[in-house]
């Protein structure tokens, strides 16, 4: 019976897929062939269909990667544990040994994260930031993914404005070039001119992003899943995973990104050397943002820097310095503070001096007053090395062992944390000094100590509240920036600096002075 079956089943099994795959191929590629005016024309049921079958796609491109990756570091694990056996083996030696399956493995990420845009683009740009968390080929290969985004066509940027404001792009400015001067992972940025002479840059979000920003997060709920699987000690609670969804999902509001600029720009008024663009209101819309166009160069472009004579332990300071204050005196954090959002340019009243400029504000923590003032106090006592109050402050937070915990917010052992020579009521005056980070990559050194302690480190990281993991995303991309300037400015005072300022009335914050 099965002799005669089998054909038949055979026949199913593969046209099955065949026909569905070329149906849905056909569809998408017939209505990615109309104008966008014309799309909107077609019947609904036509538009859910070519929805569905890009939605499978990007399912199966992603779930065909991963096995890739998975089947590829399986076969050279099978391999390794049979040369090694119980062999103790170094990490650089292992590194080598699956160094071809890391290569492979991160240039097909890297492929299928350009061709499915959007939010993966942003997963990426994470993954070029993760030096000492993920295989440094994973490293090298997504830090692409920072200048190279592919954008969309010029047509469909006039289409997005004038679906916006219900006038063309003539009718709005003076001039508006066809090329985009940036292109980011949910959008693109166009340099244009007001009939006022203004000179401004317009963000143009990707119409796709909205319609697959769902399943994108669902596809990114997998990934952090089974990487939790993978490396026990990085896997977030799902309480924290939906808030941080959440904010990823306002970053979709054009609206809401002009108002988080503007409050931005209130709370950096006294920091002469930090500067926020302005916003165009009557030219902001929740796919489109105008603002003030910035000549500048990139906060890591060293050779500007050396041109110009600039000091990089100032830029790093301001940097900092800023960051810090957002976290403890104002609660709210930019916390996508990568070098593509952070500009350079001349102060205009001393271009020997440089002036720091925050880009892209869709994406900030917001704090609560209560955890922002404990978090101070826990800073306080980070210093004073008081672990006593340090538990107290983790306990009312139901973190367990507030000395991981210590340890994740410095980015380094806690334990190695140097500041005995300075007192507790001199911190936010003392000058700062080199970074001791206790190596030359003290995120490896913690991944190591967290091996050490595996299950300790765990529990601790399920125990994390939401909102600090968009505060830890900002510290530890700050933290990039510092090392990528020299790392020349130690954190740890300049941090411990504006929280006591926050506890302590009788303190000017830390930017005041820069």
């Not at 969309?152 to 792009?169: L, T």
């Not at 026990?232 to 600029?261: C, G, R, T, W």
């Not at 001199?426 to 190596?439: L, Q």
Request: glycine letters at 6%; hydrophobic letters at 40%; proline letters at 4%.
């Amino acid at each position: 019976m099965w002799r005669k079956a089998w054909k038949p089943l055979f026949g199913i099994g593969v046209g099955v897929p065949v026909v569905y795959c070329s149906v849905g191929f056909a569809t998408v590629k017939s209505f990615e062939s109309l104008s966008l005016e014309n799309q909107q024309q077609v019947p609904k049921f036509v538009e859910r269909s070519v929805r569905f079958f890009e939605s499978n796609y990007r399912v199966g491109r992603c779930g065909a990667t991963a096995a890739c990756i998975v089947a590829d570091y399986s076969y050279y694990s099978f391999f390794f544990k049979r040369k090694y056996k119980d062999q103790q083996v170094d990490i650089q030696e292992r590194n080598e040994y699956f160094h071809p399956a890391y290569e492979r493995g991160a240039q097909r990420t890297l492929k299928t994260l350009e061709d499915l845009g959007g939010i993966f683009i942003k997963l990426g740009q994470e993954l070029s930031m993760m030096k000492g968390i993920v295989p440094d080929e994973y490293v090298a290969a997504m830090e692409k993914l920072q200048d190279n985004v592919p954008s969309i066509s010029y047509d469909e940027v006039r289409y997005v404005i004038k679906k916006s404001f219900g006038d063309n792009v003539e009718n709005l400015f003076q001039s508006f070039e066809t090329e985009p001067v940036a292109a980011a992972s949910l959008a693109q940025v166009h340099k244009a001119v007001l009939f006022d002479g203004t000179r401004v840059a317009v963000k143009i979000k990707y119409p796709k992003v909205t319609h697959f920003m769902n399943i994108d997060l669902y596809m990114h709920d997998l990934f952090s899943n089974w990487y939790g699987r993978v490396q026990p000690e990085y896997k977030i609670n799902p309480k924290s995973k939906e808030h941080i969804y959440k904010q990823f999902k306002k970053e979709l509001d054009f609206v809401n990104e002009a108002q988080n600029m503007k409050r931005c720009e209130k709370n950096s008024r006294k920091m002469k050397m930090l500067y926020v663009p302005f916003v165009v209101d009557k030219l902001v819309a929740n796919d489109v943002l105008t603002m003030e166009y910035i000549d500048g160069y990139k906060v890591n472009d060293l050779k500007a820097i050396e041109q110009h004579g600039w000091d990089k332990t100032e830029i790093a300071k301001t940097i900092l310095a800023g960051l810090a204050d957002q976290i403890f005196i104002h609660g709210f954090v930019h916390a996508d503070p990568h070098p593509g959002n952070i500009f350079i340019r001349p102060l205009e009243d001393d271009p020997k001096q440089c002036q720091v400029v925050l880009l892209d504000h869709g994406l900030y923590a917001e704090i609560d007053d209560d955890f922002r003032m404990k978090f101070s106090t826990f800073w306080k006592h980070v210093v004073n090395q008081d672990n006593n109050k340090l538990k107290e402050i983790c306990d009312s937070w139901n973190i367990t062992h507030y000395d991981l915990f210590a340890s994740l917010m410095l980015l380094q052992s806690y334990d190695g944390v140097k500041l005995d020579s300075l007192l507790l009521e001199e911190v936010a005056s003392a000058p700062t000094g080199d970074e001791d980070d206790g190596g030359s990559n003290p995120i490896t050194m913690l991944i190591k100590e967290s091996h050490l302690d595996r299950k300790r480190w765990m529990e601790m990281m399920a125990s994390l509240p939401p909102q600090i993991h968009l505060v830890l995303r900002s510290l530890f991309i700050s933290r990039d920036i510092n090392v990528q300037l020299g790392n020349s400015v130690n954190r740890f005072e300049v941090m411990a600096r504006s929280a006591i300022s926050a506890i302590s009335p009788e303190k000017e914050s830390s930017g005041t002075d820069w």
